[in-house]
């Protein structure tokens, strides 16, 4: 189905203590806080990545894939409804998430070289 432009923009909006930007994948998005990846929205549904902070400050919490065939995240919706709670739990996620690596170039291949 994919998640709509105007949901992306209802959560930023809601959640404008945080710097977060989004960037459209397979037409769902993924949420970044401090280039780090936080959260996906998929059919219009905010699913939080389930790291151990996270998990402590919502125990009880709905979990259930993002996507066929993804591992279980928290369900955002019920947190979306209290900012504060949700801000919190996404700076945590931020925490808890290591930086992603660098991406190497490919070296380039050598040029065949002409006979004389």
Do not use: N, W
């Not at 998005?29 to 959260?39: F, I, R, S, W």
């Amino acid at each position: 189905m994919g998640t709509s432009a105007a949901t992306i923009a209802h959560i930023t909006d809601t959640l404008s203590a945080l710097a977060l930007t989004s960037r459209k994948m397979f037409g769902e998005y993924a949420l970044y806080l401090g280039g780090k990846t936080v959260a996906f929205v998929c059919d219009d549904t905010l699913f939080i990545k389930p790291t151990p902070g996270a998990l402590a400050l919502l125990p009880q919490v709905e979990r259930a894939p993002a996507y066929p065939g993804s591992k279980d995240y928290i369900v955002g919706s019920e947190v979306l409804d209290d900012p504060e709670l949700c801000v919190r739990v996404l700076r945590v996620v931020a925490e808890d998430t290591p930086m992603p690596k660098a991406k190497t170039k490919p070296k380039p291949k050598p040029k065949p070289q002409k006979a004389t």
